[in-house]
């Protein structure tokens, strides 16, 4: 433990799920606040959720990768806004300069349909000038923090949205289950719990996602294992980490999307969880991390390949 913080991975899963009804009041008060409450925000920052990808020597505790997956996983279990936030917090958003929060200004333009409780913003910045030494070359190899920070981009952030959105397809899979004993589609109808087709659906779902998580899990694994070697992941293995991000994103928004319909009108309205996971999911796809681009990319470099041998 550093300064009440948890260093390790055990302890925050066990941290997060004693404090899982706390987070979801939070991500319900985040959709009118369009940012995540300051008390949840706190109980992060006392967790030690922000310094998860901070080297040892800068005061930060750093995960794994694979730890670092379980607990952004375990957080989206629990409330979506809660897990982007500790994401963010623990070093998503590229940095290339850094200077005086009170020398930029912050745009409040957050006005959207999905993850509208996460608290992102754009900001400007004019007329200020910005040292040498307060500049980062995107890209750049990392000089201090051991392996993790041997990772390279995009490795380094591709252990964020990938698992919360494992994390929200989960919550959603057992949503509609816990759902599906008291709904009907017309007065007298079987619940859905009794229709077939639904139950395929959800044996379907809970493979899906499991087969999301394992294919990203193995790319970051690969990747990690070459870090822990002393080597930068390869371009080959940076893309092949890239795009099972992508399936992974992809794949929990198409099973979020798919149970979403079988609850009828009632998981339109605003107090139905299964809304707020289907605008989330789809949110999460639209990131640039997880751009269709990528697949592009891996289908080129397999003609190339192809063609040279």
């Known amino acids: ?88 917090g623990a070093g998503d958003r590229i940095i290339v300069f850094v200077l005086p929060r009170d020398e930029a200004e912050v745009i409040d333009n957050w006005q959207v349909a999905g993850l509208v409780g996460t608290g992102s913003m754009d900001f400007r910045v004019e007329g200020q000038f910005v040292p040498d030494e307060m500049t980062y070359e995107l890209g750049a190899a990392a000089v201090r923090g051991g392996d993790l920070f041997r990772l390279g981009m995009p490795a380094f952030v591709s252990n964020e949205v990938p698992p919360l959105c494992i994390g929200m397809a989960r919550r959603a899979l057992d949503d509609i289950t816990e759902l599906a004993g008291r709904t009907t589609r017309w007065p007298g109808g079987p619940a859905l719990s009794e229709r077939a087709v639904f139950l395929k659906e959800l044996g379907r779902a809970e493979v899906k996602i499991s087969a999301a998580r ?45 149970l979403f319909r079988y609850g009828g009108g009632r998981v339109l309205s605003l107090s139905s969880p299964m809304q707020r996971h289907l605008r989330n999911a789809l949110a999460a796809r639209q990131h640039v991390a997880v751009s269709e681009e990528f697949y592009e990319a891996a289908g080129r470099l397999r003609i190339e390949s192809a063609v040279k041998s």
């Open 214 to 258: 394992l294919a990203h899990r193995d790319a970051v694994q690969v990747a990690w294992a070459t870090a822990q070697e002393g080597n930068v992941p390869s371009a080959a293995q940076q893309l092949a980490l890239t795009i099972a991000s992508v399936y992974a994103v992809e794949t929990c928004a198409d099973v979020v999307s798919d």
């Open 1 to 88: 433990m550093t300064d009440g913080r948890m260093t390790d991975r055990d302890g925050l899963l066990a941290a997060i799920r004693s404090r899982r009804s706390e987070f979801e009041s939070a991500g319900d008060r985040a959709e009118d606040l369009r940012t995540l409450p300051p008390d949840a925000v706190e109980t992060l920052r006392e967790m030690g959720a922000f310094w998860l990808k901070t080297p040892a020597d800068l005061g930060g505790t750093p995960l794994s990768p694979l730890d670092f997956c379980d607990v952004i996983e375990e957080l989206a279990y629990a409330d979506s806004s809660t897990a982007w936030a500790a994401m963010i």
